[in-house]
Every structure is written in C-alpha cells, then in structure tokens.
C-alpha cells in the first residue's frame, strides 16, 4: 500500500492536457485523476516522477466525480486535488509529517492568485466547525479507512447544477468533523490558480447562492442559523454587485434554511 494518493478532478480534457497540468503541479507518486467527457475508459501514464491512471467518464458531478475515485483509491491516505493547484516544495515534510502523527485528517495551508476568492490560512490546531464549514477541502489529508469507516462521501446532489450549487465541500468536512477532528500543520502547501471566481463570475445567480448558502448555515448552525446569516450579510456586502439589498440576501438565505430545517426532519 503507498502512503498517498492525489485524486484530481477534471472537466472535458485531453490526456495530453492532463499530463500537461499533472507535471505542472509538482506532485509526486500516484495519482487518479477522474475526467468528465463523452467517453468511459481507463488509461494509465508513468513518469520519472508520476504513476498515473485517468478514468474518463459520462458522469456528470464534481461530487460524483470524487467519490468514484475515493472507491478506486488504495492508499493509506488521500486528498482531494482541483486542476489548477500548484504542490509546493513540501511533499516529503508532509509524508513525514503524516507518518509521525498518525492522524485521521489534517490540513496544510492554501493560497490563491484570485483575490475574488478567499482561502483563509491557520495556525497548527484543531479546526473548528466554523473554520471547516468555510474552506473547501484543498489541502485536507483524510486517513482513507476512516472515510470509508464511517461511509463519508460526497453528497452528490449538491453542487453545479444543482438546487443547492455550492457547499459539497463544507457538508462534507462538517460530516467528517462528527467523526475525528481535522488538525491544521502550519505550512504551506498548496497554490491555487483560479482566474474566475464563481463569486464574482458576471453569470453569477443570487437567488440560487443565497438558498445554497442559508442551507450551508442551517447545516453549520442549527437553530442559530438565522443570527448568523444576518452577520454574514452585514459584513460581505462588498462581495456583492452594488445596488444589491441586503433585505433579498437575508430573504434568500432564511429560504435555504428553511429548506434544510424540513429536508432533514
């Protein structure tokens, strides 16, 4: 069994265009790298420094995607990797790091190029439910057998073109955190390259951010959900196109609270 496995996602590439960006990420070992297209087939690729296997599939769904390749990993432990995330030079500290703690799950830092898009950094400790509903998983190492022991996986009707289009990544570690507790290292480790941001993409759809992110809340708040949510409003209102009312957001936001309040009695 190796220590690691990097499961990458990716949407309509080419195998030269996987390769390409694999190299370019700096990881070493192996990777499964699952590919949403118009075909079902299986390829593996071996470099100097990679081992390689691309699953192109019909299956629509980052969350979808993630949990298929989840099922297909082997490894001892596992992260979940976008396509445009650069490794720093820290691979062999953080194996080390894994061997010496032994723990269920734990985060190294994430920076981004997008200042759109806000990847909050920690110091070395145990993440809250707070801190884990408001990062995605970039950068989290889960102990694999506990994922499967405790059947945590993806939550395949949230997400992109969904009712709900935004949160897999937050439900997920908060569903994780009834489990074990997620230790944050303090180091770097990752480096996004994200040049849009679906928070300020001109497609943007309010209505449908707003739901999303009530039932975030409901699912990271319980009955506090509704205080929060106003907090949440009165302090990113500069994250929104001017001339929105803060009365819609908080409306929009108490919708998908209301919505996950039912949807889980």
């Known amino acids: 069994m190796c220590l690691f496995e990097y ?33 079902d087939e299986t390829i593996s690729f071996k470099t100097d420094t990679q081992d390689i296997t691309i699953f192109h599939q019909k299956s629509i769904g980052v969350s979808k995607n993630r949990n298929f390749l989840l099922r297909k990993a082997t490894s001892k432990f596992v992260t979940f990797v976008d396509d445009d995330q650069i490794y720093f030079d820290v691979q062999d500290r953080i194996e080390k790091e894994a061997i010496a703690n032994d ?18 950094t920690f110091k070395k400790g145990k993440l809250s439910i ?15 057998e506990k994922l499967l022991e405790h059947k945590l996986f993806f939550d395949e ?11 897999e990544d937050s439900i997920y570690l908060l569903e994780c955190k009834k489990h074990f507790n997620i230790v944050q290292f303090d180091m770097l480790g990752f480096h996004l390259l994200t040049e849009e941001s679906m928070w300020v993409n001109e ?9 999303s992110h009530g039932y975030l809340y409901f699912r990271m708040y319980g009955w506090m959900a509704k205080f929060f ?3 949440f409003v009165f302090t990113h209102m500069d994250c929104y196109p001017k001339g929105t009312k803060k009365c819609f957001l908080i409306k929009k ?6 919505f996950g309040r039912k949807s889980l009695k």
């Open 7 to 39: 499961l990458v996602t990716t949407y309509r590439k080419t195998n030269d265009e996987i390769l390409s960006i694999l190299k370019a990420s700096n990881i070493k070992g192996k990777i499964l790298v699952g590919n949403q297209c118009d075909v």
């Open 130 to 144: 707070r801190q884990v509903g408001g990062i995605g998983v970039w950068g989290i190492f889960f102990k694999r």
């Open 229 to 231: 949510a106003i907090m």
């Open 253 to 258: 936001m108490y919708e998908g609270i209301n």
């Open 203 to 211: 497609q943007r759809d309010l209505n449908i951010e707003m739901f």
């Open 103 to 120: 723990l269920p799950a734990f985060r190294v830092n994430v920076v981004s190029d997008n200042q759109a898009r806000r990847i909050r």
């Open 157 to 167: 009707n949230i997400g992109p073109g969904q009712k709900l289009n935004h949160g």
